[in-house]
């Protein structure tokens, strides 16, 4: 399974992005995918997660709210959307996939199995 994370940039506060990660090598609707971000020295936080089908979200305490996650499974693409941006937004995020037969998601780094290459996302003014 390769996953490609693309569509992050420098945003200004208050703005808004559109992160994307694409799966290949797999039919992706058998896999729960997650949003994860980390910042130097700390340890990867969960921002969302939807679950294979796209029946169940979750997110995370500091986005709730500012984020939706969406899937394609036909295009084999997870899709989340950011609002509000704030500085301490900025990050690199990470997707991941986890193998499943269930409808749950996926909200701890620990649980992914697979992890694309991350993409920076910097909110200043």
């Known amino acids: 399974v390769q996953l490609q994370a693309c569509g992050g940039g420098l945003v200004q506060p208050g703005g808004s992005l559109r992160l994307s990660c694409a799966a290949s090598?797999?039919?992706?609707?058998?896999?729960?995918v997650g949003w994860f971000r980390q910042t130097p020295g700390r340890e990867r936080e969960f921002v969302a997660s939807?679950?294979?089908?796209?029946?169940?979200?979750d997110y995370g305490d500091s986005v709730e709210g500012r984020c939706t996650i969406s899937r394609d499974n036909a295009k084999n693409t997870v899709t989340l959307q950011m609002i509000s941006l704030k500085p301490e937004d900025t990050a690199v995020y990470y997707c991941?996939?986890?193998?499943?037969?269930?409808?749950?998601?996926?909200?701890?780094?620990?649980?992914?199995?697979?992890w694309g290459q991350g993409t920076q996302v910097t909110v200043s003014s």
């Open positions: 939807i679950s294979r089908v796209g029946r169940v979200t």
């Open positions: 991941a996939a986890r193998w499943t037969v269930t409808g749950a998601t996926m909200t701890s780094s620990n649980e992914a199995q697979y």
């Open positions: 090598g797999v039919a992706f609707s058998g896999y729960a």
